[in-house]
């Protein structure tokens, strides 16, 4: 073999040598700039980890409660609208027994919170009617879905009312506290405003009487009427008392 071909054999042994060392020099360049920038920059799992606890241990909204349909939509577009139950609650409920000032004579049964009594100080009956605080007790006697028709009615929470009356503060108006179970759920339902608007004081301002020619919610269409969840033994089935479950 010549001299010309042993050199160019060596010659290409010699850059074949050199291209792999240089390429594993630049994957071992590469691998320890990688790790050395994660050694770097430890605050970035950390702050993920930090990220993920925050959210799992993040305070639970509010519960939401769904609105209760009674009846439902009609297929006859003239017939009546579904009525509707929503609950809600209430921080010490009490039923006011309104008075309107001399020399009105309208009444009304109210429901609202303890510690709005103080409204009765700067409304009248139709504002306070259109307050979201202020409900009235309810006159129907009403069913709730899914339960027993018979056994379970949705009453007036006048029928739950301590017999104290105590001054709301206004140097007119009563309440009683409600008697309600510890949840403090009533049931509120959209009615008429024409059933509630005829009463009157009774004879020596004992308890009240109808009398359709007066008005006392003059600008007021509909109310939102509360009521409480009774359960009724077999004595008292029809005649709206018993036990409140809740």
């Avoid at 010549?2 to 630049?26: D, E, P, Q, Y």
């Avoid at 920059?41 to 305070?59: C, D, T, V």
């Avoid at 009240?208 to 006392?216: E, I, K, P, S, Y």
């Amino acid at each position: 073999m010549c001299c010309g071909t042993i050199t160019s054999l060596l010659h290409l042994a010699f850059t074949s040598l050199m291209k792999n060392r240089i390429l594993l020099l630049v994957l071992l360049l590469a691998s320890t700039g990688s790790d050395a920038w994660a050694q770097a920059r430890p605050y970035l799992k950390k702050s993920a980890k930090g990220k993920a606890g925050a959210s799992k241990n993040a305070p639970k909204p509010p519960p939401v409660y769904a609105p209760i349909v009674i009846q439902k939509a009609s297929d006859n577009e003239d017939g009546p609208p579904p009525v509707v139950v929503n609950k809600v609650k209430l921080k010490k409920p009490v039923i006011v027994y309104y008075q309107e000032p001399a020399p009105g004579k309208v009444v009304q049964q109210l429901i609202m919170s303890e510690e709005n009594l103080p409204l009765l100080k700067t409304n009248d009956l139709e504002h306070l009617m259109q307050r979201r605080e202020v409900f009235v007790d309810g006159l129907g006697n009403l069913a709730l879905p899914g339960s027993d028709m018979a056994k379970y009615r949705l009453l007036g929470t006048s029928i739950v009312a301590e017999d104290t009356r105590r001054p709301a503060g206004d140097g007119r108006c009563f309440y009683s506290r409600l008697k309600v179970p510890s949840s403090s759920f009533l049931y509120v339902v959209r009615e008429s405003a024409e059933e509630y608007r005829h009463f009157v004081k009774g004879p020596q301002k004992k308890g009240a009487l109808l009398d359709f020619q007066v008005n006392g919610l003059p600008g007021i269409d509909s109310v939102r009427a509360a009521y409480t969840l009774r359960k009724t033994d077999n004595s008292e089935r029809g005649a709206g008392t018993g036990e409140t479950i809740r």
